[in-house]
């Protein structure tokens, strides 16, 4: 392993790690998990992140996991990128966006992906992700007026933010929601398009294979 590695997988929340990477600058590589196959169950990730979920990164014989984790962390000791607001209260509202998409949009997405973790009795997943699919729709409705006057997150500056917004903006094209996105939420989509022009994004889509926003 080199002195930064990140576990990840297409599409996943990882993602936005995977970006703010890229925008870092600095060496890192990459392991790449397929999630329908079965990686993250494998001895050799568990051994790094005994819950076996992405992203995971290691760093110097030490592992940090979770999205909002590893985003702040990457920003502080990265300083010279800018991606964390310097005053308090935009860093705040940095810190209050990353708290939301982790605990609302991303509890709500995995009731739709992932209902087995909410219930043992398989009658009930098909509520769960009705209900999964509805909150999801009215998160998304919710981003879309914190968004409306344009421009990146916070304040006007791009920062570790932006890509974890991207991430849900993909969920929310994808095949398990398929929200119609430029027709239901233009300021969003505006937004993923901006994140499109960036060239440590588009690495970072062509990587995964992901089709950028259009």
């Not at 970006?19 to 590589?29: M, Y």
């Not at 607001?85 to 990353?98: G, I, V």
């Not at 239901?184 to 937004?191: D, I, K, L, R, V």
């Given at each position: 392993m080199t002195a930064r590695t990140l576990y990840y997988a297409p599409g996943a929340c990882?993602?936005?790690?995977?970006?703010?990477?890229?925008?870092?600058?600095?060496?890192?590589?990459?392991?790449?998990?397929?999630?329908?196959?079965?990686?993250?169950?494998?001895?050799?990730?568990?051994?790094?992140?005994?819950?076996?979920?992405?992203?995971a990164l290691y760093e110097d014989g030490w592992v940090l996991t979770e999205v909002s984790a590893i985003l702040r962390h990457l920003a502080r000791a990265h300083p010279e990128a800018?991606?964390?607001?310097?005053?308090?209260?935009?860093?705040?509202?940095?810190?209050?966006?990353?708290?939301?998409?982790a605990t609302a949009h991303q509890v709500a997405y995995a009731q739709v992906r992932r209902p087995e973790r909410y219930a043992a009795?398989?009658?009930?997943?098909?509520?769960?992700?009705?209900?999964?699919?509805?909150?999801f729709g009215d998160l998304c409705t919710m981003t879309e007026v914190r968004l409306s006057n344009g421009g990146w997150a916070v304040e006007g500056a791009y920062s570790i933010v932006d890509p974890y917004l991207l991430?849900?903006?993909?969920?929310?094209?994808?095949?398990?929601?398929?929200?119609?996105?430029?027709?239901?939420?233009?300021?969003?989509?505006?937004?993923?398009?901006?994140?499109?022009?960036r060239p440590a994004v588009r690495t970072v889509l062509a990587r995964e294979g992901l089709t950028p926003p259009v």
């Open positions: 990882s993602l936005a790690v995977h970006i703010v990477l890229e925008e870092i600058g600095a060496p890192f590589e990459t392991v790449r998990l397929d999630l329908a196959r079965g990686d993250q169950r494998a001895p050799e990730f568990l051994s790094v992140n005994e819950r076996g979920r992405v992203p800018g991606l964390v607001p310097a005053a308090p209260r935009p860093a705040a509202l940095a810190d209050e966006w990353l708290g939301w998409l009795d398989e009658a009930a997943f098909d509520a769960i992700r009705t209900k999964g699919a509805d909150t991430v849900f903006w993909l969920w929310a094209r994808g095949p398990a929601i398929g929200f119609p996105m430029d027709a239901m939420f233009p300021a969003w989509t505006a937004h993923a398009r901006a994140m499109a022009a």
